[in-house]
């Protein structure tokens, strides 16, 4: 089968939303992983609907696909990165930011996206971790139910250091709706699973799926051939399970260098396979890069 890549546009945060959707585009990609943000499609702008109505519309003369990204660092609160999370002890940020996460969903219905991927956040010091477990259940199922409504796929992404840190505390949630939002470079920081082994291992949970390259123990998005993620065997997993989704390219730390990175990165993924009968390899493709 063929796969289907996206690129996240918070690697393409020093341009214009309909810059990057160009850029995105011209490379090649069948999608974007849409992060939204205060200059791309601010969800609080008192032009919010008029403004997803405008790229529901570019999305689709574009031709690109879309999945809804949350993780933009200070969205919320100028004043404290990710913050207020579904585990914030204030009630009051963790109504802001479930209201924040329906709204995504109501963006991504009015976008046709094929997920809304967020996070559980960080509970503070002194947070007593089965009290953060109850607020972030209770914020997980109102957020679900309301995407079942709104016809999107809530997708729940585990996020090394948070409170649903690994695959397992994922599934250990059992929240009805919730699918599972891989970021494949994650299994690679927690040490929980190889990144091909939980592709397959969850294939029937994955709602959407991220990919990049990062070293063993190092939460660094990196550019493809700079760490330790066998790509080829990501791919090769994805292909054996016929995942028919997008495969979003997250290269947070790139935005400086979009213009090179956003094509250089599919053309990897295109071109990297295990070493065939003519001796082409991942390797070979790693020295390009």
């Given at each position: 089968m063929t796969l289907r890549f996206a690129y996240n546009t918070n690697g393409a945060a020093n341009h214009r939303l309909d810059d990057a959707l160009q850029l995105i585009k011209a490379a090649g990609y069948d999608g974007v992983a849409l992060t939204l943000d205060i200059h791309h499609l601010d969800?609080?702008?008192?032009?919010?609907a008029t403004e997803a109505g405008r790229v529901a519309s570019l999305l689709e003369r574009l031709e690109l696909a879309c999945v809804i990204e949350t993780g933009a660092r200070f969205l919320l609160d100028p004043t404290a990165k990710h913050e207020p999370t579904l585990v914030t002890a204030d009630a009051a940020g963790r109504a802001r930011r479930v209201g924040f996460l329906k709204r995504a969903c109501e963006i991504?219905?009015?976008?046709?996206?094929?997920?809304?991927?967020?996070?559980?956040g960080v509970p503070k010091p002194g947070v007593d971790p089965?009290?953060?477990?109850?607020?972030?259940?209770?914020?997980?199922?109102?957020?679900?139910?309301?995407?079942?409504?709104?016809g999107v796929v809530a997708c729940l992404e585990p996020e090394p250091g948070m409170l649903i840190e690994t695959l397992d505390d994922y599934a250990?949630?059992?929240?009805?709706?919730?699918?599972l939002a891989?970021?494949?470079?994650?299994?690679?920081?927690?040490?929980?699973r190889e990144p091909a082994a939980a592709v397959r291992e969850f294939a029937d949970r994955i709602g959407t799926i991220a990919i990049e390259d990062m070293a063993r123990g190092s939460h660094i998005h990196l550019p493809f051939g700079e760490g330790d993620m066998d790509v080829p065997g990501v791919l090769e997993a994805l292909e054996e399970v016929g995942f028919g989704k997008l495969i979003c390219v997250e290269l947070s730390r790139e935005s400086h260098r979009a213009d090179v990175m956003i094509p250089q990165a599919l053309d990897y993924l295109r071109n990297c396979r295990r070493p065939g009968p003519e001796g082409a390899s991942g390797q070979e493709t790693r020295r390009q890069v």
């Open positions: 969800p609080f702008a008192e032009n919010w991504g219905a009015m976008v046709s996206a094929e997920a809304v991927s967020f996070w559980a089965e009290e953060a477990r109850g607020w972030l259940r209770d914020g997980l199922s109102e957020v679900a139910a309301f995407a079942e409504e709104a250990a949630l059992s929240i009805p709706g919730l699918k891989l970021d494949t470079g994650h299994c690679l920081v927690t040490g929980e």
